[in-house]
C-alpha cells in the first residue's frame, strides 16, 4: 500500500489522502478538497493508478468537497455513509453560523453509493472496512486499511472535531470515541482530516497519551469537558464567510511532556506523603462556590504567566481546573516552560468531587504561596 497525504494551503488545515494498491494500481481518495483540486489531479495522475473510490467521511461543514469534480474526471463513485441520504435535513441549520452555503454545495454532490457500519470496500486487493463513527456529523465513516484510521473530522490530533456542528452529538462521540476507537489496537495510526499544526501521523497509543478527549471520563464527565473546551459555534464563525476550523489550536503539541492524572492517582499519591504543588489556576470566586482540593494554590491563569517564576525548581506541579480544559493548557504551557514535572488533573474538581474526594470551602480568596 502507498499512502500519500495533501496539505491544503487554504487555511483550514485539511488533510486528503491518496492510497494506492501497488499490486493492482488502483486508488482511493479520502477527503478530497475542492480548493486542492489541481493537486489532488495532479497527485492522481502522478501515481500511475486509476482512481476507483472516493470517500467523503461526512458531509464537511469548513470546506467545499473536490468529489463532484473529480468524479466528472475520473468517473469514480464517492462512497458515504447511508445517513448522508438525509443531509438535507440539517443544512440550512448552518444559516445561522455563516457555513449554510458550505454545507448545501457539499449536500447537492452526488453520492454514487452508500455505505455501512462494518462494510467491506475493496480498492484492488486492499480491504478498506468502514467504520460508522458519528458524533461530529451523524453520518461519519472512518476507513480502516492495513491498520490505518483515517478518521476524518471525529478525531484530530491532541483533540476531537466539533460536536455542536448541524448532526452533531457530544453523546454520540463520546460513545464512538470510547466504544469504537478505543477498542482497535494501540497500533493503529491515526490520520485525521485536519491538523493545524504540521503533526506527523500518530498511532493510537501515543494519542491516548497526549489526546485529553480520550482521556478516561465518564459520558456525564465528557459532556461537561466539551462543554467548556469548544468557544461557542456562533463566536467560532462570527466574522462572516466560513470561518469555521473543526478543531481549535488550544492543544498541547507533540512535544509536550506533561501527564494526565485522575482523582484516584492524585489521591493515592498524596496518601503516600508525596507532595506536589497542587497549583489551582480557576478564578478565586469559583474556589469559594464550588470548593477546592485542601492544599491548593490559587493563581488564576490570568496572572501565571508574570508568576510563574515564583514557582519552586524541580517542584512537582498537578494543575488544577473544574472541568480539566483550563487546567490542560496551563499544563501545556509549563511544560513548554521547561518544567519536567507537570500534571493536569482530568475532569478537574468536578470529578475529584465526584470520585468522593473531600473539597473545602474558602470564605475568602486564598493567598497564594507555590514555593511551600
Same mark, same amino acid.
Not at 477498542?183 to 498511532?203: N, Q, W
Not at 494519542?207 to 466539551?226: C, D, H, Q, T
Given at each position: 500500500m502507498i499512502l500519500e497525504e495533501i496539505r491544503s494551503e487554504d487555511g483550514t488545515g485539511t488533510l486528503s489522502y491518496l492510497i494506492v494498491d501497488e499490486t493492482t494500481r488502483a486508488s482511493l481518495l479520502i477527503d478530497p478538497n475542492l480548493s486542492d483540486l489541481l493537486a489532488l489531479n495532479a497527485r492522481i495522475e502522478g501515481s500511475g493508478a486509476h482512481l476507483q473510490y472516493i470517500i467523503d467521511t461526512h458531509t464537511h461543514a469548513d470546506h467545499t468537497s473536490a468529489a463532484g469534480e473529480l468524479h466528472k474526471r475520473h468517473g469514480a463513485p464517492l462512497l458515504m455513509h447511508e445517513n448522508t441520504v438525509h443531509k438535507w435535513k440539517v443544512v440550512d441549520q448552518g444559516d445561522q453560523f455563516g457555513i449554510g452555503d458550505i454545507l448545501r454545495a457539499n449536500a447537492a454532490i452526488d453520492v454514487q453509493r452508500y455505505v455501512t457500519n462494518g462494510e467491506i470496500v475493496s480498492v484492488g486487493s486492499l480491504q478498506v472496512r468502514i467504520l460508522h463513527t458519528p458524533g461530529h456529523t451523524d453520518n461519519h465513516i472512518s476507513p480502516l486499511i492495513e491498520g490505518h484510521l483515517f478518521t476524518g473530522d471525529l478525531l484530530l490530533f491532541g483533540q476531537a472535531g466539533r460536536s455542536d456542528l448541524p448532526g452533531g452529538d457530544p453523546g454520540?462521540?463520546?460513545?464512538?470515541? #470510547?466504544?469504537?476507537?478505543?477498542?482497535?489496537?494501540?497500533?493503529?495510526?491515526?490520520?485525521?482530516?485536519?491538523?493545524?499544526?504540521?503533526? !506527523?501521523?500518530?498511532?493510537?497509543?501515543?494519542?491516548?497519551?497526549? &489526546?485529553? #478527549?480520550? !482521556?478516561?471520563?465518564?459520558?456525564?464527565?465528557?459532556?461537561?469537558?466539551?462543554?467548556?473546551? #469548544? *468557544? *461557542?459555534?456562533?463566536?467560532?464563525? !462570527?466574522?462572516?464567510?466560513?470561518?469555521?476550523?473543526?478543531?481549535?489550536?488550544?492543544? *498541547?503539541? !507533540?512535544?509536550?511532556? #506533561?501527564? &494526565?492524572?485522575?482523582?484516584? %492517582?492524585?489521591?493515592?499519591?498524596?496518601?503516600?506523603?508525596?507532595?506536589?504543588?497542587?497549583?489551582?489556576?480557576? %478564578?478565586p470566586f469559583e474556589l469559594i462556590a464550588f470548593g477546592a482540593i485542601p492544599g491548593v494554590v490559587n493563581i488564576p491563569v490570568s496572572q501565571l504567566m508574570n508568576r510563574m517564576g515564583e514557582f519552586a525548581p524541580g517542584r512537582e506541579i498537578v494543575v488544577v481546573c473544574q472541568s480539566g480544559n483550563r487546567s490542560l493548557e496551563v499544563a501545556n504551557m509549563l511544560s513548554r516552560a521547561g518544567f519536567s514535572q507537570v500534571s493536569n488533573l482530568v475532569g478537574g474538581t468536578s470529578r475529584w468531587v465526584r470520585s468522593g474526594y473531600p473539597v473545602s470551602h474558602p470564605s475568602r480568596p486564598m493567598k497564594p504561596n507555590p514555593r511551600a
Open positions: 454520540q462521540q463520546y460513545d464512538t470515541l #470510547f466504544r469504537t476507537i478505543l477498542s482497535l489496537p494501540d497500533t493503529t495510526v491515526i490520520h485525521p482530516g485536519h491538523d493545524y499544526e504540521g503533526t !506527523a501521523a500518530r498511532t493510537l497509543r501515543e494519542e491516548k497519551g497526549l &489526546n485529553p #478527549f480520550l !482521556a478516561p471520563r465518564s459520558r456525564e464527565e465528557y459532556l461537561e469537558f466539551v462543554a467548556d473546551f #469548544f *468557544p *461557542p459555534l456562533s463566536d467560532a464563525t !462570527a466574522h462572516g464567510g466560513a470561518t469555521l476550523q473543526c478543531g481549535i489550536k488550544r492543544i *498541547p503539541s !507533540a512535544d509536550a511532556s #506533561f501527564k &494526565n492524572i485522575t482523582p484516584e %492517582e492524585l489521591s493515592r499519591k498524596l496518601s503516600d506523603g508525596q507532595d506536589p504543588l497542587l497549583l489551582d489556576v480557576r %478564578e
